[in-house]
């Protein structure tokens, strides 16, 4: 018989409430399946933390998204790339081509024509808004999910008279398989994505293998992949993930120099002054 003391019972209890506890779990994931399903989420190359927004930054939020933010809507048929079937919701325009003109639209008419440039991850906008300002013959889409960036963006597009300029608030990867079509883009733009050094997080790098297949199934011929980053290792991976991919080919026999329309961003500049060596890749569609 159990003795009812201070001793005894704290253990006891303990006891009891963990095996409840695990009783609990595997009744619920009985219970509710979906709750076993979290394990299996995608891997994404992203974090959303919570980050401090200015005041300036809401603003734009909430009166200039309507204007220049793209909603994230499936518009694709279903298709195969690389070997990998996504299905997605059909347009009701139905096919490719009324897909292509759909997305357009969210330009004005004097935009819908011009070649398409996209940005992953701009972060604060810092390119993103020089390269479109000193470029006004091309249509330029910045995709990012972190709200701060976003709004500081929406600013810059206001105050730099950027209207060839369209945002998009949402996974990238998801935005490319289901929003842009093939063969539609003149050029990426992928500066400075997050390294996840630990070799564990390796699986979280944006510059995978299957994500490169996508890019370049949505390139033009003749069009290009750029890349930057100061974190060396991650170099050598992006040089090898995309050389390997036979659909592209380096302009260059390795690392290429900083081409003139990227400017040297304060993100850049902080890295160069902690001694960090920044390469670019430059790759083209076959």
């Known amino acids: 018989m159990l003795q009812d003391n201070s001793a005894g019972r704290p253990f006891i209890i303990s006891m009891f ?17 979906g709750k076993a399903q979290v394990r299996n989420r995608p891997v994404r190359s992203f ?47 139905g ?8 997305f357009a639209d969210h330009w004005s008419p004097a935009h819908r024509e011009m070649p398409l440039i996209v940005e992953i991850g701009f972060g604060m906008g810092d390119a993103l808004a020089s390269i479109a300002d000193d470029d006004r013959s091309k249509r330029y889409l910045g995709i990012d ?22 945002l998009i608030q949402h996974d990238a990867v998801e935005v490319l398989h289901h ?13 400075f994505p997050d390294p996840w050094p630990k070799t564990r997080h390796h699986k979280r790098r944006l ?22 980053t100061d974190w ?18 380096n302009k260059v026999n390795g690392y290429h120099e900083r081409p003139s329309w990227r400017p040297l961003t304060k993100f850049e500049a902080r890295g160069l002054r902690l001694g960090h060596t920044v390469q670019d890749l430059l790759f083209l569609k076959r």
């Open 17 to 33: 409430k963990k095996a409840s506890t695990s009783s609990n779990a595997r009744s619920d994931v009985k219970r509710f399946p």
């Open 47 to 93: 974090v959303i933390r919570a980050g401090r927004m200015g005041s300036g930054q809401s603003r734009a939020l909430e009166t200039l998204a309507p204007r220049y933010l793209i909603p994230y809507a499936p518009l694709l048929e279903s298709e195969t790339i690389a070997g990998q079937d996504k299905t997605v919701p059909a347009s009701s325009t």
């Open 95 to 102: 096919g490719l081509t009324a897909n292509k003109a759909r």
């Open 145 to 166: 999910v972190h709200p701060p960036g976003v709004g500081s963006m929406l600013q810059r597009i206001e105050s730099q008279g950027l209207e060839h300029v369209r």
């Open 179 to 191: 929003m842009i079509a093939r063969a539609s883009v003149a050029g990426f733009h992928v500066y």
């Open 207 to 228: 510059i995978q293998a299957p994500f490169v297949r996508l890019i370049a199934s949505r390139l033009v011929t003749g069009g290009y992949l750029h890349c930057a």
């Open 232 to 249: 060396e290792p991650y170099a050598q991976w992006m040089l090898e993930v995309l050389s390997a991919d036979a659909s592209l080919v």
